[in-house]
């Protein structure tokens, strides 16, 4: 049975904590004509967020609306099980990749072989291959007569080396290019791909950042991570949430594909101040 004339699809990577959970929470609740799947390593807190999702609503929402999937995203067999947990040609309208590993915090000269691929396989390579895997329901959300939206959640990482995380440097700034890359590709096929920088979240990742315990040589922004924390200037995942649906759903197909944004920048804009305001009880 083809779905392409049913309700259209959101998939979120990184779906069971920080930005993601916010996010899947923030969509089901403002977009009630998007069913939403939700993607990550652990069942149990996938499990968790979707009940999480519908607590407080003020309308009843049905649960269909809302499936996951428990996939590592960094394998084949991962990715064939994200789209084999949509309905045959389900059309997807936004599809974001949000997850995400630092890896080992140590000098790059000392990484292993084997952490180097898990955070190769997870931070750059799952995107591409789960673009490509998804490109038919991209596809039918276009011929159903709307654009699709691929995002990209990167990091200032990406541009700026932090001494311990090579690797996840590395890959962030390989995942800025791809962003670029693919955007010029699939404007013209009417799927648009953007990026974003959310700045430093409160996330279960900072906490591994500043649970740190190693060598202070190998990582001397420690200190500036845990001022950060205890100054209260992290990101909360909901403002950012709020952010990432914000480039979804109000921007114009060319200010969401033709530059990386980052939340720090758009303080002052009138129009994400004003959706900000409006939507932070959601």
């Known amino acids: 049975m083809n779905a392409?004339?049913?309700?259209?699809?959101?998939?979120?990577?990184?779906?069971?904590?920080?930005?993601?959970?916010?996010?899947?929470?923030?969509?089901?609740?403002?977009?009630?004509?998007?069913?939403?799947?939700?993607v990550g390593r652990r069942l149990e807190k996938l499990e968790l967020t979707c009940k999480q999702a519908f607590v407080g609503a003020e309308v009843k929402m049905s649960p269909d609306r809302l499936k996951i999937v428990a996939a590592d995203i960094s394998t084949s067999e991962g990715i064939s099980s994200?789209?084999?947990?949509?309905?045959?040609?389900?059309?997807?309208?936004?599809?974001?990749?949000?997850a995400g590993v630092l890896g080992p915090i140590a000098p790059l000269v000392d990484i292993d072989r084997e952490s180097w691929r898990q955070v190769v396989a997870?931070?750059?390579?799952?995107?591409?291959?789960?673009?490509?895997?998804?490109?038919?329901?991209?596809?039918?959300?276009?011929?159903?007569?709307?654009?699709?939206?691929?995002?990209?959640?990167?990091?200032?990482?990406?541009?700026?080396?932090?001494?311990?995380?090579?690797?996840?440097?590395?890959?962030?700034?390989?995942?800025?290019?791809?962003y670029r890359c693919l955007s010029t590709e699939l404007y013209h096929r009417g799927i648009l791909v953007g990026s974003v920088r959310p700045g430093v979240v409160d996330t279960p990742m900072q906490d591994i950042v500043r649970g740190y315990d190693g060598p202070i040589e190998n990582f001397p922004s420690l200190r500036k991570f845990r001022?950060?924390?205890?100054?209260?200037?992290?990101?909360?995942?909901?403002?950012?949430?709020?952010?990432?649906?914000?480039?979804l759903s109000e921007l114009s197909d060319e200010e969401f594909s033709s530059e990386e944004k980052d939340i720090r920048n758009s303080r002052g804009d009138s129009r994400w101040e004003r959706f900000l305001a409006e939507r932070k009880d959601f």
Not at 7 to 33: D, F, M, N, Q, Y
Not at 89 to 97: M, Q
Not at 141 to 168: F, I, Q, T
């Open 82 to 98: 994200v789209v084999s947990s949509l309905p045959p040609g389900a059309p997807v309208k936004y599809l974001i990749h949000n």
């Open 122 to 178: 997870t931070n750059l390579e799952a995107p591409l291959f789960l673009t490509q895997a998804l490109m038919p329901n991209l596809k039918q959300c276009v011929a159903d007569g709307e654009k699709a939206r691929v995002l990209h959640v990167s990091s200032g990482a990406a541009m700026n080396s932090y001494e311990g995380w090579g690797p996840y440097c590395i890959t962030k700034a390989g995942l800025n290019m791809m």
């Open 4 to 38: 392409s004339n049913n309700v259209k699809w959101v998939v979120i990577t990184g779906g069971s904590s920080g930005i993601g959970a916010a996010l899947l929470r923030r969509l089901v609740r403002c977009e009630p004509t998007l069913n939403c799947l939700a």
């Open 227 to 247: 001022e950060l924390h205890d100054c209260g200037k992290l990101e909360s995942p909901d403002t950012v949430a709020t952010y990432l649906h914000w480039l």
